[in-house]
């Protein structure tokens, strides 16, 4: 059963920083891996998807690797703002596409 | 359509009355998903579809719920007599046949069982 875990639960910044929130999966059996924002009360935002035959994506400022090997994904935030203040949650999918998700990072940037 | 779409956007229901939830995937979409999520918890998978069939409906919690979606399109879940642990965001998602399209989000209905 794939399980999904996000760390840190939660951090705090200030602005302009640099930061990697990680996320760790059980089964390496993934068909692909996502990225989602999530700011309070709204829906989810999809930010990155890397395919399991993939290392890395990147948009902008996130830059999203993925480890197979080692259940390992990590989101890479440059020079973070204070519009980056929100929760983001990884999620790996199966070949359904079902997600499962990790409990999610509250990131906090500080002006 | 553009995106994903829910309706309703919130729902306040009493406890014991039946609700349904709706879901317009993205045009040409054939996976849907439905999951719920808790205040303070993570998102929970519910169901889902490919196509009008539903190969997975392993995250159901009862027998209260079930979902339905007619013409590859459209998805409803209704909830019978509604209980106050219902109450949760549910969210719908949809992707492309091929998964590697990704996955687009609605909006959410907020249920709130009173």
């Known amino acids: 059963k794939q399980e999904v875990t996000q760390i840190p639960a939660a951090l705090s910044v200030p602005e302009g920083e640099n930061l990697v929130l990680n996320c760790s999966f059980t089964?390496?059996?993934?068909?692909?891996l996502q990225w989602f924002r999530q700011d309070p009360g709204k829906g989810l935002t999809s930010l990155l998807l890397?395919?399991?035959?993939?290392r890395e994506q990147t948009s902008g400022r996130l830059n999203a690797s993925l480890d197979k090997s080692s259940g390992r994904s990590t989101l890479y935030i440059a020079a973070s703002q204070p519009g980056d203040s929100a929760t983001y949650l990884c999620a790996a999918s199966g070949n359904t596409g079902k997600l499962i998700f990790g409990q999610g990072t509250t990131l906090q940037v500080k002006p | 359509g553009a995106g994903v779409s829910q309706s309703p956007s919130n729902k306040v229901t009493e406890k014991g009355k039946d609700v349904e939830l709706r879901c317009d995937p993205i045009s040409g979409h054939t996976a849907l998903y439905w999951y719920r999520q808790s205040l303070g918890q993570g998102l929970e998978f519910l169901i889902y579809f490919q196509g009008n069939s539903a190969p997975d409906k392993s995250g159901l919690p009862s027998d209260r719920f079930s979902a339905e979606r007619t013409g590859g399109s459209v998805s409803t879940l209704t909830i019978q007599r509604t209980q106050q642990e219902d109450s949760a965001v549910y969210l719908c998602?949809?992707?492309?046949?091929?998964?590697?399209?990704?996955?687009?989000f609605g909006s959410g209905t907020r249920l709130t069982v009173v």
């Open positions: 089964d390496s059996a993934i068909y692909n």
């Open positions: 998602a949809s992707s492309g046949m091929n998964l590697g399209y990704g996955y687009t």
């Open positions: 890397i395919q399991s035959s993939q």
